[in-house]
């Protein structure tokens, strides 16, 4: 998959610009707040239907200006040229469209522009709480499974229903015999989405480990095990982990398990007036050489473990649906060594289509890929120039 073309309009501090890229290798220089991770910001926000940094709309729109506009020209390795914008309001307006028509869910978005985002926080996904590891897979599982997606959001809705009404049972605000009946409801509802999660989990653990495994390897170049494992919260869940294909629960067998696990738990929850089990509470190992890097790694081996499984990704994503995601690079060589710098240079555009924003040129120095475009941005503006 590649960004063929862009044109941007209001957006942040950027001056209105159109762009032509490189099918290869796209590289930014400016120094810090001059318009690059802003430049990034905009080609990526269409992927998700929303700012890789949580930005609000009235945060993107350009200073003095109502509106911004974003078009994209993406292209498949196979397929015709996908034309996507995106507008946004200062008042909180969104409007999305595909090749002209609207798009009204940002499930309608899957697949449509998928990329990879790096910067210096991605160690979070390594370092950070469960939420971020959660996330990181919830994301991959729904771009090779639309299904997940929608079991995710539904499952996410209904938690909430049941947290409230945990809390209004425990602050004696609903009756409760009526309370246990909603309570008993919400459960079946949940035990079912809870299902396709965990398994959708627990396969894209399986699928995407041996990846990681390899890019962690290439980048270490050393042959130390690395491992991504699913650690379910649901006892039903981590028994069927141990058991062989052939004997794991069926859906609706998983399904009914789940169920029993929330009603066994039910009287505690409501005592203490919030969920105690679920999905919501799963976590994911992450190991090297058998050290748990979640709470022991370095900084280097924490990063370097980051990396290895955002660009596993990609692999992943192509071994299923044969899309090769755009990888964007924003301001992470500064905390890699050289040579690891420009192992991850090389192995990310051998088969993706690469931006990479820095302040120093050391960072690109002495690399000459094949179609390879530089801009230099200051205070918004980008130029075309020649790395030397």
């Not at 209105?16 to 905009?42: C, Q, Y």
């Not at 924003?330 to 192995?347: K, N, W």
Request: aromatic residues 8%.
């Amino acid at each position: 998959m590649r960004i063929v073309s862009a044109a941007v309009t209001g957006f942040r501090n950027l001056q209105d610009n159109s762009f032509d890229f490189s099918p290869r290798v796209n590289v930014v220089l400016g120094r810090n707040g001059m318009g690059k991770t802003n430049l990034f910001e905009a080609l990526n926000f269409f992927a998700l239907g929303r700012s890789h940094q949580g930005s609000k709309a009235d945060e993107m729109v350009a200073f003095g200006a109502d509106t911004l506009h974003v078009r994209l020209d993406v292209e498949e390795d196979t397929g015709p040229l996908i034309r996507c914008e995106f507008g946004l309001d200062r008042s909180g307006g969104r409007r999305l469209r595909v090749d002209g028509e609207p798009v009204s869910r940002r499930a309608d978005l899957v697949g449509k522009l998928v990329t990879v985002f790096f910067n210096p926080d991605s160690i979070i996904l390594v370092r950070g709480g469960p939420l971020h590891r959660r996330q990181f897979v919830d994301q991959g599982q729904a771009e090779i499974d639309p299904l997940y997606l929608a079991s995710l959001s539904a499952f996410n809705r209904t938690l909430k229903q049941k947290s409230g009404l945990l809390r209004d049972m425990r602050k004696g605000l609903i009756n409760r015999g009526q309370g246990q009946q909603e309570l008993d409801a919400w459960n079946k509802e949940l035990a079912a989405h809870s299902a396709v999660i965990c398994a959708g989990r627990q396969d894209y653990a399986k699928l995407i480990s041996p990846f990681a495994h390899n890019c962690h390897h290439e980048l270490t170049e050393n042959e130390t095990p690395f491992l991504f494992a699913y650690q379910p919260n649901l006892k039903t869940a981590q028994n069927q982990l141990l058991l062989p294909p052939e004997q794991q629960f069926k859906k609706s067998e998983l399904e009914a398990e789940i169920l029993s696990e929330f009603d066994y738990i039910k009287g505690d929850e409501i005592q203490r007036g919030r969920p105690l089990l679920g999905p919501q509470l799963d976590d994911f190992e992450v190991r090297s050489d058998g050290l748990d890097l979640r709470v022991f790694g370095s900084q280097g081996e924490t990063r370097t473990a980051a990396v290895s499984l955002i660009l596993a990704r990609g692999d992943v994503l192509f071994q299923r649906r044969k899309i090769r995601p755009v990888l964007f690079f924003d301001d992470i060589f500064s905390e890699l060594d050289r040579h690891r710098s420009r192992q991850l240079q090389e192995m990310a555009s051998r088969l993706h289509q690469v931006f990479i924003a820095t302040a120093r040129k050391d960072d690109v120095a002495g690399w000459n890929p094949d179609q390879l475009k530089v801009w230099q941005v200051s205070d918004g503006c980008f130029t075309n120039i020649t790395l030397k």
